[in-house]
T-cell receptor, first 113, second 113 residues
Framework: RKEVEQDPGPFNVPEGATVAFNCTYSNSASQSFFWYRQDCRKEPKLLMSVYSSGNEDGRFTAQLNRASQYISLLIRDSKLSDSATYLCVVNMSAVGGADGLTFGKGTHLIIQP | DVKVTQSSRYLVKRTGEKVFLECVQDMDHENMFWYRQDPGLGLRLIYFSYDVKMKEKGDIPEGYSVSREKKERFSLILESASTNQTSMYLC????????????FGSGTRLTVV
């Protein structure tokens, strides 16, 4: 069974704090990994890809642990505008293919002033 | 700026009506997808297509059909709308084998009364 698990939250975090989410996936043959951000009543948008060596983009850092089958997202110096739902996305198809991406249900983050 | 365009942002239809949701992408992507998103259930794949005139069932195809006559256009059809099809419908497209993630349209919020 294809599965991507996330803590739904909500995570209530004060502005300026550091927050981290984890996501676990069931298929060890998964090839590519992403974090998407979804604002309320909007479509999901790609936040960043997750590489084996880790990936950093400004205040955001994503890491992959293949041995334990989880990926993580770290947000430093959080801003009010970071409030959103963060979706963990995994390509679980062993040979790729159009149906490969599996979406987690998302982690809801609320940054409080 | 690359785009996936969904024809309607909000739609209200009556039970039993035939409903067409249109999606057009301008990125020359091979793969196109229809999802529905409901609170607590996350994104669920209805149908996808990896080529013109090709279609594959996703996780929840019952009550839906699709059409892909041209590469850029992927239509979702509700043959006889029912109240349990009230949802947010999201179209997405991707290139190749999903290694670059998906681009989503802005969604159609369908209410069936």
């Amino acid at each position: 069974r294809k599965e991507v698990e996330q803590d739904p939250g909500p995570f209530n975090v004060p502005e300026g704090a550091t927050v981290a989410f984890n996501c676990t996936y069931s298929n060890s043959a998964s090839q590519s990994f992403f974090w998407y951000r979804q604002d309320c009543r909007k479509e999901p948008k790609l936040l960043m890809s997750v590489y084996s060596s880790g990936n950093e983009d400004g205040r955001f850092t994503a890491q992959l642990n293949r041995a334990s089958q989880y990926i993580s997202l770290l947000i430093r110096d959080s801003k009010l505008s970071d409030s959103a739902t963060y979706l963990c996305v995994v390509n679980m198809s062993a040979v790729g293919g159009a149906d490969g991406l599996t979406f987690g249900k998302g982690t809801h983050l609320i940054i409080q002033p | 700026d690359v785009k996936v365009t969904q024809s309607s942002r909000y739609l209200v239809k009556r039970t039993g009506e035939k409903v067409f949701l249109e999606c057009v992408q301008d990125m020359d992507h091979e793969n196109m997808f229809w999802y529905r998103q409901d609170p607590g259930l996350g994104l669920r794949l209805i149908y996808f297509s990896y080529d013109v005139k090709m279609k594959e069932k996703g996780d929840i195809p019952e009550g839906y059909s699709v059409s892909r006559e041209k590469k850029e256009r992927f239509s979702l059809i509700l043959e006889s709308a029912s109240t349990n099809q009230t949802s947010m419908y999201l179209c997405a497209s991707s290139s190749g084998q999903g290694g670059y993630g998906y681009t989503f349209g802005s969604g159609t919020r369908l209410t069936v009364v």
